[in-house]
């Protein structure tokens, strides 16, 4: 009988601890948004990586790159890279 009233009792106090109305406002985390991107010259990458001729270069992680294809206005942009073609 004793069990049972402390049992009882013990789940009376805890169910009144939880659900108690007083609860610290937390604030908002602060979000800061990326940085923006700034445009590469693809251009210029490419002659970059084309002329960088040693044996120990490592692969360029292009992924988070925001090129600017400029090549477009410049027909003969890599020209100088090939050669005239002959």
Do not use: H, W
Not at 28 to 41: E, G, I, N, W, Y
Not at 50 to 68: A, G, H, K, S, W
């Amino acid at each position: 009988m004793y069990k049972t009233i402390a049992t009882v009792a013990l789940a009376a106090l805890l169910t009144a601890c939880g659900s108690s109305d007083f609860e610290v406002p937390s604030s908002p985390p602060v979000v800061t948004p990326p940085p923006a991107p700034t445009k590469l010259s693809f251009s210029q990458f490419v002659k970059d990586q084309v002329n960088n001729t040693t044996d120990t270069r490592t692969p360029v992680d292009i992924n988070q790159l925001d090129f600017e294809f400029d090549a477009e206005d410049d027909p003969q942009a890599f020209d100088s890279l090939f050669g005239d073609g002959t």
